[in-house]
């Protein structure tokens, strides 16, 4: 993984930009992770923060996230006590963050920061530039999961995106004034899936880029157990039944 060139990075830099990313029993990466953003936004960005999410974490990540904002006040951390799931994370890190231009990624270094350099282009004519996984490094089952999620959302709402689940997103504040936290039901996996649904619906503007993905390089995975797909289903059948009723009506 390496930084891109001055010169490239110098053509998207950007005034202000908020990162962070949620992480749960990410002790492995908390400290690599805020490195390598640290790293990575001083070229991009005139004014930056970082923003770690822990979700109820058991381990220490929660611990080290508390020492690197000690250390630096661009670092910033939001505990929640318990878990409150991936979409609630999520949805703590975007009411905590303060710049115009909201980044975030997962907390487990499957994406590297510097990629955002091939989202803030796609930002200047849109609401919000997302990735989508040129290459996932993942199992055969993760991979075929994720493929039948993605061609429920196209079919079931007509969204237009590749990849929902990529956690890989450049938004625009502006996107949640027009689709506000609060119109979100779900707080598990589907809460990314959601996000995009409404912000099609209501006319915002989105741009995708090809993004690559790396394989986890320490600790265990945490998205693809029965129980968080049981709870994404859900979500998304009681989200597709809400909008239907009013087309009925």
Request: charged share 25%; aromatic share 8%; glycine share 6%.
């Amino acid at each position: 993984m390496t930084v891109p060139s001055a010169l490239y990075v110098a053509q998207t830099r950007v005034d202000a930009l908020s990162y962070f990313f949620p992480a749960l029993n990410e002790e492995g990466h908390v400290r690599p992770l805020v490195a390598r953003a640290v790293e990575v936004l001083s070229g991009v960005a005139d004014r930056f923060e970082i923003i770690v999410v822990d979700d109820g974490s058991s381990d220490r990540t929660g611990a080290h996230a508390d020492e690197l904002a000690a250390a630096d006040p661009r670092i910033r951390v939001v505990h929640h006590p318990s878990r409150r799931g991936y979409g609630g994370a999520v949805r703590s890190g975007i009411a905590a963050s303060r710049y115009p231009l909201i980044f975030f990624t997962d907390g487990d270094r499957q994406f590297d920061p510097v990629d955002v350099v091939l989202l803030l282009p796609q930002i200047a004519e849109a609401d919000a530039a997302i990735g989508y996984r040129k290459k996932r490094s993942d199992p055969l089952r993760r991979r075929f999961v994720g493929w039948s999620y993605n061609l429920a959302i196209r079919t079931l709402f007509g969204l237009p995106v590749r990849d929902v689940d990529c956690a890989f997103k450049l938004f625009r504040r502006e996107v949640f004034e027009r689709v506000p936290l609060e119109s979100i039901g779900s707080n598990g996996a589907f809460f990314s899936a959601e996000l995009l649904i409404r912000m099609h619906q209501a006319g915002l503007r989105i741009r995708q880029a090809a993004i690559p993905h790396h394989a986890r390089s320490w600790g265990q995975p945490k998205g693809a157990s029965p129980r968080v797909i049981l709870r994404a289903i859900r979500d998304l059948l009681a989200l597709r039944l809400a909008l239907w009723r009013p087309r009925r009506a």
